[in-house]
């Protein structure tokens, strides 16, 4: 079992829809929690963390962490064509090896 | 800031030759990620560095790859020999020293084909 599982889709969506993208992970001891957005060709770049339990919004994303069922979400309002790309989940215990999930791509179509 | 910046952005050769993956990391960021990425495995580490110095080369798959660091400033992965199965994207990473939930800075990867 990986540390960090995620859904590979592909997902696609029409433009103004909420996207909802999840992981789920294993390791009790993780306490740090990220969202990575990775284009086509591009590497991966941090869009959200969190911290333990909680929601962290930034604009139209909102990321949720839920340790006592250790699932993660990643929502987007009003989604946009330009939001189009792989989200990668990842988590870590504070130290700095962070385990990535397979990533899910993302289509929002206009 | 010119970011991560990796060379070669591909890379096609053929199974047996080496090949050397480059990386020149944000100035001043202490640590230093090199990651593998393929459809079956997701993103892996393969080994990180702090400092020039290596801390946890486990996911390193075989003794065919190597890692080095010389400078705060650059850094190589080696295969010797490449096989088919080691074709991938291949990243490097760079991360500033204050704590271990700071943020990946990722370059745009060396697409490694191997015949």
């Known amino acids: 079992q990986k540390e960090v599982e995620q859904d590979p889709g592909p997902l696609s969506v029409p433009e103004g829809a909420i996207v909802s993208l999840n992981c789920t992970y294993s390791n009790s001891a993780f306490q740090y929690f990220m969202w990575y957005r990775q284009y086509s060709r591009k590497g991966p770049e941090l869009l959200m963390y969190?911290?333990?339990?909680g929601n962290k919004e930034d604009g139209r994303f909102t990321a949720q962490v839920d340790k006592s069922s250790k699932y993660i979400s990643l929502f987007i309002r009003d989604s946009q064509p330009s939001d189009s790309a792989t989200y990668l989940c990842?988590?870590?215990?504070?130290?700095?090896?962070?385990?990535f999930g397979a990533g899910t791509r993302l289509f929002v179509k206009a | 800031d010119a970011g991560v910046i990796q060379s070669p952005r591909h890379e096609v050769t053929e199974m047996g030759q080496e090949v050397t993956l480059r990386c020149k990391p944000i100035?001043?960021?202490?640590?230093l990620f090199w990651y593998r990425q393929t459809m079956m495995r997701g993103l892996e580490l393969l080994i990180y560095?702090?400092?020039?110095?290596?801390?946890?080369d486990s996911g390193m798959p075989e003794d065919r790859f190597s890692a080095k660091m010389p400078n705060a400033s650059f850094s190589t992965l080696k295969i010797q020999p490449s096989e088919p199965r080691d074709s991938a994207v291949y990243f490097c990473a760079s991360s500033p020293r204050d704590r271990g939930n700071s943020p990946l800075h990722f370059g745009n990867g060396t697409r490694l084909t191997v015949t």
């Open positions: 100035s001043g960021h202490d640590y």
């Open positions: 560095f702090n400092n020039n110095v290596p801390i946890d």
């Open positions: 969190t911290y333990s339990s």
């Open positions: 990842a988590s870590s215990t504070g130290g700095f090896k962070t385990i």
